[in-house]
């Protein structure tokens, strides 16, 4: 009301010292804490006995051998266990984790179907035979096919885990339908093989690049030789992926001195975009839908040998990129502690 006093904020204040819970809920609360890091090694380790599991980070999903677990969480306990834990009426409810098993087991990766070799084709009508590696036609589906035996089952276990331990299969996911798993690298890692005979494309591109003497500096002492161009996977499927396999979105890198946190004066966007994928019913990879300078009029290739060819004959409509390239300036210095600011 008009002409009351109000009391201040630090008049209404109660002045108390902070009060911490005992250590005996602190204990309780135990109950929901995350994974240890030692937990996790413990179910890695336990995995790999029983499963054969890869740990090696880039070696996880490398090959058509894939083998591996990911995705480890802890599961919150049910809240009536919870509740009687608190209260002192039942016992601690035991932790528990979950954790995806990704495996395509090789030793199966056979398909019994009429088959077509990519590479040489013998004389005859198509025979029903079993071999790796092999295409059916379209016309004459198989009968039998037996794709690669792969799984992605969500376990779940119970810690501390022992030689008794079980792991129980809370879902079992077509493989179509696995969560994305970075270490899934079969593509990412034939990309580079792939595209290697569009050097001679790239030599007058690489050329044009001008390295300033600080980003040469750094560079100094490395065994690795710039500028080079990179070829680089963006993790998104694109039109034309089926349930079979994934299809991603590749592009194009231009390098010019050593990483350094990635800094923008060391790599910038290159003139090539395309399709990637790797089959692993077929144990087969490909590149497509390759765009090079892109509005500058050329076709899209079917193939990095379909790119080369148009370059070797003179037909493809070559492109520039802006080729200079300096470490980036140093940030500029904070002033002294208690100078204003301008």
Not at 18 to 31: G, R, Y
Not at 221 to 247: A, C
Not at 268 to 275: D, I, R, S
Request: with cysteine; proline share 11%.
């Amino acid at each position: 009301m008009p002409g009351t006093s109000q009391p201040s904020a630090a008049q209404t204040c109660n002045a108390t010292h902070p009060t911490f819970l005992p250590v005996s809920i602190a204990e309780k609360n135990a109950v929901f804490d995350q994974l240890t890091v030692a937990e996790q090694l413990t179910i890695q380790a336990w995995m790999k006995e029983k499963e054969g599991i890869i740990t090696d980070a880039y070696a996880k999903c490398a090959d058509i051998s894939c083998n591996t677990i990911a995705k480890m969480v802890m599961v919150k306990p049910p809240k009536a266990e919870v509740m009687a834990w608190m209260a002192g009426t039942g016992p601690m409810p035991p932790r528990k984790a979950q954790f995806w098993h990704f495996k395509v087991r090789s030793s199966t990766h056979i398909l019994l179907v009429p088959f077509v070799m990519r590479q040489t084709c013998s004389a005859g009508p198509l025979a029903w035979q079993c071999r790796p590696s092999c295409a059916h036609t379209r016309s004459h589906p198989p009968p039998c096919a037996q794709a690669a035996d792969r799984k992605a089952d969500l376990l779940e276990v119970t810690l501390p885990l022992t030689a008794e331990s079980t792991a129980t299969v809370l879902r079992a996911e077509p493989w179509e339908h696995r969560p994305f798993l970075a270490w899934e690298s079969i593509a990412d890692d034939l990309q580079s093989p792939a595209l290697s005979i569009l050097e001679p494309v790239f030599a007058e591109i690489l050329a044009s690049v001008v390295i300033s003497p600080e980003l040469k500096a750094a560079a100094e002492g490395s065994d690795t030789v710039y500028p080079y161009v990179q070829f680089t996977g963006n993790g998104l499927s694109v039109p034309g992926s089926t349930p079979e396999m994934r299809k991603f979105l590749g592009t194009t890198m231009i390098i010019a001195g050593p990483e350094d946190g990635w800094t923008m004066g060391m790599f910038k966007a290159g003139p090539l975009t395309y399709v990637y994928y790797h089959d692993l019913d077929t144990d087969v990879f490909t590149v497509e839908d390759l765009v090079f300078c892109p509005g500058a009029g050329n076709p899209t290739f079917g193939s990095p040998q379909a790119l080369l060819d148009a370059f070797n004959a003179g037909t493809l409509i070559m492109c520039g990129i802006d080729g200079e390239f300096c470490k980036p300036p140093a940030p500029p210095p904070t002033p002294p502690a208690g100078l204003p600011r301008v």
